[in-house]
């Protein structure tokens, strides 16, 4: 007798963004999104000061970060790059008569810092901020190029190593912007990286996450910034308190109306499609191998996201559409 086996699928998505919205801003997503990095890029100061000896750079410490951002968002390889700065709009919208090669964003890549990556994107998101917010954390993993292709060619070896890095992010389900990011190792638990994502909000109404981050430490951090932690219960939770009120409510609530927490909960898998449209749009592996290298460019992936979201929210309100629909619709 043949046994059935039924194989578990995801869901399908319950809602998205206008596609009334989106079709007005892919269609010329390169130059708003210049656009957009230049004008915000500009309220801060340069990502690095050049040396006071010897000679003096030709080229805007803005304009070579604006180029790095520019060639992770268009998923792009240094190669590439330079072919694309080739195109006449890139020294029109950033004002230069002569754009810098490829050697130079090399550089700029490892001079730019994550404090100016974060800086730029607190700047990005501060309006979304106003009052208590609901926030979603989820990770997920992102495969590293640790070694060089074609050195494996040359001695005839077939690497077989798969390393990767954890992208821990924090967004905010009104508007899927991602306030908050952080890179560990693969082997980084997800509980103690709450504290960082939560840092720079100062009023909470709601934390969502799942069973990674259940820990009486973790409730009593949302609870002191006046939010409710939703965090999935494991099989063996208990509702001891053991001195955190926070815990304790948090499983009451969750055994005893298990409907309401389980529908509030659902909203988590809004991260999912962050995650999945990341992968998508910028790629699922890192070309760097430097270390450093590595993680700007995964910051400067959130940027990239952050920029586009953002020009999807102003476009929105521009036409008087709403910015989400119905997937039905």
């Known amino acids: 007798m043949a046994v059935l086996r ?113 800086r730029f994107n607190r700047l990005l998101v501060k309006r979304f901020l106003k009052g208590g917010v609901t926030v979603i954390v989820d990770s997920t993993g992102i495969r590293l190029m640790t070694s060089s292709s074609w050195y494996d060619i040359r001695i005839g070896r077939k690497n ?21 990011y952080k890179i560990t ?27 990674g981050y259940i820990s009486r430490k973790n409730c009593n951090l949302v609870v002191k910034k006046n939010g409710k932690p939703f965090f999935k219960l494991k099989s063996n939770t208990t509702g001891k308190s053991k001195g955190s009120r926070a815990w304790k409510k948090m499983v009451q609530f969750a055994k005893q109306f298990k409907d309401v927490f389980d529908k509030i909960y659902h909203a988590r898998s809004q991260i999912e499609g962050v995650n999945s449209a990341l992968k998508r749009r910028y790629g699922n592996f890192v070309r760097a191998i430097k270390r450093k290298t590595r993680d700007i460019a995964l910051a400067l992936r959130v940027l990239a996201y952050n920029i586009k979201q953002l020009l999807y929210d102003r476009t929105a309100r521009h036409l008087g559409v709403p910015f989400w629909i119905e997937c039905g619709q």
């Not at 699928?9 to 998205?16: A, C, D, E, F, L």
């Not at 077989?160 to 908050?180: G, W």
């Not at 980084?188 to 799942?210: A, T, Y």
């Open 185 to 211: 190792g693969p082997h980084r638990n997800d509980s103690p990286q709450l504290k960082f994502l939560l840092r720079e909000i100062k009023q909470l109404f709601r934390v969502i996450g799942d069973s």
């Open 6 to 118: 039924v194989v578990p699928t995801m869901g399908k998505p319950k809602r998205r963004v206008n596609p009334k919205v989106t079709s007005k801003v892919d269609r010329k997503l390169k130059e708003l999104t210049l656009r957009e990095a230049k004008r915000y890029i500009g309220k801060l100061p340069p990502p690095w000061t050049p040396k006071k000896r010897g000679r003096h750079p030709i080229h805007d410490a803005r304009t070579v970060a604006i180029l790095c951002l520019m060639m992770v968002a268009c998923n792009l390889t240094y190669d590439a790059m330079a072919g694309e700065m080739e195109s006449p709009y890139l020294k029109e919208i950033l004002g230069v008569k002569r754009l810098p090669s490829r050697s130079i964003l090399h550089v700029g890549m490892q001079k730019l810092s994550q404090k100016y990556v974060r």
């Open 160 to 180: 077989r190593r798969r390393d990767n890095a954890k992208l821990h992010l924090a967004i905010l389900p009104n508007r899927s912007v991602i306030v908050e």
